[in-house]
């Protein structure tokens, strides 16, 4: 039995490596390209004080869920502004294609236009999975690199499906630490103020984003890392989601080890803001919105005591909103 092959722009490395490029730490190659206003764009002599995010993306003209990255890189411009960093996207449209699209959709960082898709070469992210004969040959695998004004990647976001792409929170805060606003849905006692938001204002289909969770712990007080001796109470968080929500492992911060009366191993603890990313994609393509339930089980002690443990649980609504498809041709 065969299996028939993907069509081309469908195909994606689901198996094994794939090429993401240069890594962090190294400087990416330079270029000269032409955006949507006919300008020319240089790297790095273009990336801001505070660096440069540059989006590689299969094309504005056709893919949705490029158009749908772009213009939230777009909606959260002032964001990257203000950090002193520069935003662009490489792709292989020709340069009508990105005129048309940043003109309808409000588009204004650069566009620019890699038509014979030279310097995705370059950057090693060509998509070899179609072959040279077939449609759309020359797109990239796409991701997202942050990097300093200079040109040195300080953080990369690729993803094995083409359709999973990362939100701008998720740029703005991994990869340049920008803290994520956790002033809403506040809970928690005994020493310690639990919250919870996810890092996007709404959810289009596989979009992944990250449910951060914040414990912020009274001076004098830490909470157990998740990996604990027997007998006493991890910290956890468990995101609980409906089945078309893909949901991954929790992410967290590094502890330091502290020493109680009675155990004979140094236990793992977090102390002050500790901060806790979980995962997750949406796999709704229709519909207002679905629910998450963030549960946090802690117990925060002192150096002479522990209280109770406590389970906290934050309830959020994620919006669902639409795929920004092409206009469809008459």
């Not at 990105?98 to 998509?127: E, K």
């Not at 310690?192 to 009274?218: C, D, H, K, M, T």
Request: charged share 20%; net charge negative.
């Amino acid at each position: 039995m065969t299996t028939e092959r993907p069509r081309p722009a469908m195909r994606s490395p689901l198996e094994g490596p794939f090429p993401t490029g240069p890594e962090v730490g190294e400087r990416t190659p330079e270029f000269t390209l032409v955006d949507q206003a006919g300008r020319e764009v240089s790297f790095p002599s273009a990336a801001g004080e505070g660096g440069a995010v540059i989006v590689f993306h299969r094309g504005a003209a056709w893919c949705p869920f490029c158009r749908t990255q772009v213009i939230e890189m777009q909606r959260r411009l002032g964001d990257f502004e203000a950090a002193g960093v520069t935003v662009m996207a490489i792709s292989p449209d020709p340069p009508q294609a990105l005129v048309d699209f940043a003109s309808q959709q409000g588009v204004t960082f650069p566009l620019l236009s890699d038509v014979d898709s030279s310097v995705i070469r370059r950057f090693g992210i060509l998509n070899t999975l179609i072959d040279p004969d077939e449609p759309f040959y020359g797109i990239p695998y796409p991701g997202v690199y942050v990097t300093d004004s200079a040109g040195v990647v300080r953080a990369k976001f690729f993803r094995r499906y083409y359709r999973e792409r990362d939100t701008a929170e998720t740029v703005l805060h991994d990869g340049l630490q920008i803290p994520v606003d956790m002033s809403a849905n506040p809970a928690g006692r005994d020493g310690a103020e639990v919250s919870a938001v996810l890092g996007a204002p709404a959810l289009a289909f596989r979009q992944r984003a990250n449910v951060y969770v914040r414990i912020a712990l009274e001076a004098g007080t830490h909470v157990n890392g998740p990996a604990v001796p027997e007998g006493l109470i991890p910290t956890s968080v468990t995101v609980r989601a409906p089945e078309q929500v893909g949901v991954g492992e929790a992410v967290y911060p590094s502890t330091r080890p502290f020493s109680v009366s009675g155990v004979a191993e140094a236990v793992p603890v977090f102390e002050g803001d500790v901060e806790i990313a979980v995962p997750i994609v949406s796999k709704f393509d229709e519909g207002e919105s679905f629910a998450l339930e963030v549960e946090v089980r802690y117990q925060a002690c002192t150096e002479r005591e522990c209280l109770i443990p406590r389970t906290q649980v934050v309830r959020l609504d994620v919006p669902i909103v639409p795929l920004n498809r092409p206009p469809r041709r008459e």
